[in-house]
Nanobody
Framework: QVQLVESGGESVQAGGSLRLSCAAS????????MGWFRQTAGKEREGVAR???????TYADSVKGRVTISEDNAKNTLYVQLNSLKPEDTAMYYC???????????????????????WGQGTQVTVSS
């Protein structure tokens, strides 16, 4: 069982920056795929950024160039740096984790993320114009 606790959300002016943190209660987040998602009332949850099973990072088109996902493995903490914030970035931001699975095939091993099944309670980011 993995417990995730987000922090860092607050109200900021457009153009400002925030760093959100997610503390994970697990032996090591290196055994997990990690991600940030966000959701506003009446809209579907949107993936913001993630670290995949191959340690690659991916970002939503809506945040590319403005957002950086990172982690401190010693602290088992995931971060997301949000820069040049816009009012449309206003949302509840959630941290999520997924276990890693994979398959052996001739000549190698392919790791992949399972579905994100562990979620934090969320932290609210509000951007005013």
């Amino acid at each position: 069982q993995v417990q995730l606790v987000e922090s860092g959300g607050e109200s900021v002016q457009a153009g400002g920056s925030l760093r959100l943190s997610c503390a994970a209660s697990t032996s090591t987040i290196l055994q997990l795929c990690m991600g940030w998602f966000r959701q506003t009332a009446g809209k579907e949850r949107e993936g913001v950024a993630r670290i995949g099973a191959d340690d690659s990072t991916t970002y939503a088109d809506s945040v590319k160039g403005r957002v950086t996902i990172s982690e401190d493995n010693a602290k088992n903490t995931l971060y997301v740096q949000l820069n040049s914030l816009k009012p449309e970035d206003t949302a509840m931001y959630y941290c999520a984790a997924a276990t890693i699975t994979g398959e052996y095939y001739r000549g190698g091993y392919r790791a992949r993320c399972q579905s994100f099944g562990y979620w934090g309670q969320g932290t609210q980011v509000t951007v005013s114009s």
